[in-house]
Structures are given as structure tokens and as C-alpha cells.
């Protein structure tokens, strides 16, 4: 038996959906040119990579996670309010995505958000977000984000208990036990 | 018939043969820390991105690169004075690269190295380097380098014809007919 005071539903990623708390890496859709000697396209500048904040400096990494299921439980968001941190998926499985507006995200009403797997997510600068999700697998990304001195991360316990599902029960939500 | 000034072998792709010319991005052999809880190990900072010279910003990117075969006659070269460039494969396929150092580039002098396809590579800046060579399968690569103004890009034409390949035939390398 799982209590919880919200049950959010998982949704498709979109660059739409996904466009208030920061944007989808994905080549879908996108312009390219041709480049060496048309051997290759280059999809040029997908996201806005916000890392020079008070002489801050990018940083590549690889975050390595273990695989979650759903239905999850969820208690904890974060932010950066010094930049943008981008993850790319590696092994082209779907992960789950979980974001909050400012006024929200204290009282547990959250988005959760399902990448193809061919899709990356870069938050916004202070975006609440639920820390990297795999699904499935043992599952690597790549992560573009912030090196420097100040602290870079708030954490924030919320208020509720959220429940993240792939379908909603029947009737209202709120107090719900699954 | 494959006229071929110089032949080049294609020797496995290791940190420690890239470090003149970068850094090769792996997890192979590289420390992490547990972070999210225990969720998730941080391979952090694998490689200098270099891509702040003269006010410029990181970039990312998607190359989608049709492949190549084996033997490859090369020409040219390139290199960027401002940047560093990282090409991380999406899809775990081998892919070439091949470099050279600054005053052995124009006689064709080149190293060529095979990615096992879990290794990216950053090259150093002023590093020259073939343009992405992708083998197999049209195949797609995340790309961290600059945005901003100024050139940066030099293109070099070799001064002779070298062809890279899997194996040396008998004999001395040079004026070779394959």
C-alpha cells in the first residue's frame, strides 16, 4: 500500500510541454546544414547552455543510474541558481523527468515528463527538478553543467507525498491509496 | 588500385596515446562519487572544455555523420585556435580519429585512432584533426564546442595522399599501390 497526497501522471516529453522549465535536446524537427564535405549534419546549438554565472565554467560529466520504478514516490526537489544542467541519454532508454514551477513545488504539484530515450532535457537556471530518474537499466548520461566555487544546488523537502504514475486511478486525486 | 603516399594503421583509441593531442572521455578507469541518495555515480569533470577564449560560450550540438569505409584516402585537415571540440558517440559505434601534431601535419605524418564507441574524444585546442569519421551506420554524435564571432576554424590541405587502414601491408610504407 502506497499513500500519497498527489498522484501525477506521466506525460510524453515535448519541447512545448517541457518549454517553462528549460528545453528538450532532441534533432526532431530541427534545422541543419551540411557540413565536411557533406558527410555530416550538424543540428547547431540545441539548448542554451547557462554556465558562465559568476565566472562559473562548463563542465562535462558522466552520471551512471540505477533504474527506478513506477509507481514512485517522490519528496525531494532541487535547483541550481547558478546555471543550467543538461542530461543526454547514452544508451537510448527512456527516463523520467520531473519539474516544478517556483510557487508550486513546495505543495508537491509537480510535472513528470517521459523521454523517448532519444530525447535529453536541459533545466532552465533555478528550475525545480527531482534528481536524474533512469528507468529499465543501469543507464549513463551525459551531463553539461557548472564548475566554480559557489554553491550551485537547493534542495527542498516537500510538503506533500507525490505519487508519480503512468495512469491516474479512477476518481478525484489527492489521498489516494494505490 | 589505392595510390598512397604514406599508410597509416589504425591503432586502439587510450588516454594515454590521445594526451598530446586530448583528452579521451570514458568512465573506464576514472573515479565517481555516489550522489541523489545513492541512486547515482558522478563521473565528474572528464575533460577540459576549453571554449572560453575571447568571449566565447559552450555550444552543444548534434553531428549525425554518414559512414565511412576502410581503407580511407585523407587530404585535409582541420583545427580550431580558439576551442576545444568533444564528439561523444549516441550509439556506441566505433568511430576514427585521426590527428596530427602541429609540425608533422602537412607531410601526413597523422595518428589514427578506433574508438570503441564508449569513448568520446575532446581535442585540444590548435589540435589538428580529420573531420568526424563515423564507421558502419549513419551515426549520430553529442559535439561541446564554441559560439562567438570570431574564426575558428583552419582547414589544412596534406602535401601528400595518406590512406588510413586496418592493417600494413609487407614492406616499407611509402609510394604504395594497395
Request: proline share 6%; with cysteine; glycine share 8%.
Amino acid at each position: 500500500m502506497i499513500v500519497a497526497d498527489i498522484v501525477v501522471r506521466v506525460c510524453p516529453l515535448s519541447a512545448e510541454a517541457f518549454a517553462p522549465f528549460g528545453d528538450v535536446i532532441e534533432i526532431e524537427g530541427r534545422d541543419s546544414r551540411w557540413i565536411n564535405d557533406n558527410t555530416c549534419r550538424r543540428f547547431d546549438d540545441l539548448t542554451h547552455i547557462d554556465v558562465l554565472q559568476h565566472g562559473g565554467r562548463p563542465v562535462l560529466s558522466v552520471f551512471e543510474a540505477n533504474p527506478r520504478s513506477l509507481p514512485l514516490q517522490i519528496r525531494t526537489l532541487e535547483r541550481h541558481p547558478l546555471s543550467s544542467q543538461a542530461f543526454i541519454p547514452l544508451q537510448r532508454g527512456p527516463f523520467l523527468v520531473i519539474v516544478a514551477e517556483d510557487g508550486a513545488a513546495a505543495s508537491g504539484h509537480v510535472h513528470a515528463f517521459l523521454s523517448s530515450g532519444l530525447q535529453g532535457v536541459n533545466y532552465r537556471r533555478n528550475t525545480w527538478h527531482h534528481p536524474l530518474i533512469a528507468l529499465g537499466e543501469i543507464s549513463r548520461f551525459l551531463v553539461v553543467d557548472r564548475g566554480g566555487s559557489e554553491e550551485n544546488c537547493e534542495e527542498l523537502t516537500l510538503d506533500t507525498v507525490v505519487l508519480v504514475t503512468t495512469s491516474l486511478p479512477a476518481g478525484r486525486p489527492g489521498g489516494l491509496e494505490l
